[in-house]
């Protein structure tokens, strides 16, 4: 198997991994406004940890979205520059379906409505299933409202929903009894790599420069007139 150095920054934690053969060492740290800060300095003591050198590995992956855009520009741009100063190609992941893959590696999840908390009121969601040739993308990620992402599970119903929206939407995403809720799910650092062993096998390698965040929204914040009217509807 490849040498590889997979990270994600996409939401509220750092996730980074390096597996050699059928080891692995991984570490989580503080994300969102740190991400750019903490990442390098927790990627070097997880290669520390591994005994390897950038040089020595066959490629870096990193969760290229969807997620939080100052998250996704730094994982990105971190691996474009480990990438070329190494001389290595990059995997990009795509972070619902890692989100996808912690939820089987830990519970068992098979065929899995991810739908991750994008704030401002919406949801990064896609549908995922697992078969003996990994992972298909059954709906790809958008960016949804919590009643679009409720109406799309009951027209498109899977036996799991999993991450970080159900925290906060639980009451707008309601579902079957048969369905299994698991909102710890998240891109972890086992969940990455699995993703990027898979996408080496596929040569899904692109040069550093093609490494590019997958952006589903092109703003970042509400205006103040929009907060108010978001807090009004709620209440």
């Keep these: 198997m490849p040498a590889l150095l997979a990270f994600d920054t996409s939401g509220e934690r ?18 969102g406004s740190q991400a750019s800060a903490n990442l390098i300095p927790c990627v ?7 005994g390897i050198g950038l040089r ?14 100052t998250g996704l520009r730094a994982a990105c741009s971190a691996a474009q520059g480990l990438a070329w100063g190494a001389g290595l190609p990059v995997l990009p992941v795509d972070t619902l379906m890692a989100v996808a893959e912690d939820a089987r590696a830990r ?9 991750m908390d994008a704030r401002m009121g919406e949801i990064f969601a896609g549908r995922y299933r697992w078969s003996d040739a990994g992972w298909a993308t059954l709906v790809a990620p958008a960016l949804v409202t919590p009643d679009a ?26 579902c079957r009894p048969e369905v299994t809720l698991d909102p710890e799910a998240g891109p972890r650092a086992h969940a990455l790599l699995a993703c990027a062993r898979a996408a080496w096998a596929r040569d899904k390698l692109l040069d550093p420069a093609d490494a ?21 509807s709620a209440a």
């Design 14 to 31: 750092i996730h980074v991994g390096v597996s050699v053969g059928e080891a692995a060492w991984v570490a989580e740290e503080a994300g």
């Design 44 to 50: 070097r003591r997880v290669l520390d940890r591994a």
């Design 56 to 69: 020595e590995l066959d490629a870096i992956a990193c969760g290229h979205g969807p997620g939080a855009f």
């Design 107 to 115: 519970a068992g999840a098979r065929d899995v409505w991810v739908a």
């Design 149 to 174: 992402l409720a109406a799309l599970c009951a027209s498109h119903p899977s036996r799991w929903l999993a991450g970080s929206a159900l925290g906060v939407h639980a009451a707008r995403l309601q």
């Design 212 to 232: 590019i965040p997958l952006y589903l929204r092109d703003k970042v914040a509400l205006t103040i007139a929009q907060r108010k009217a978001g807090a009004r």
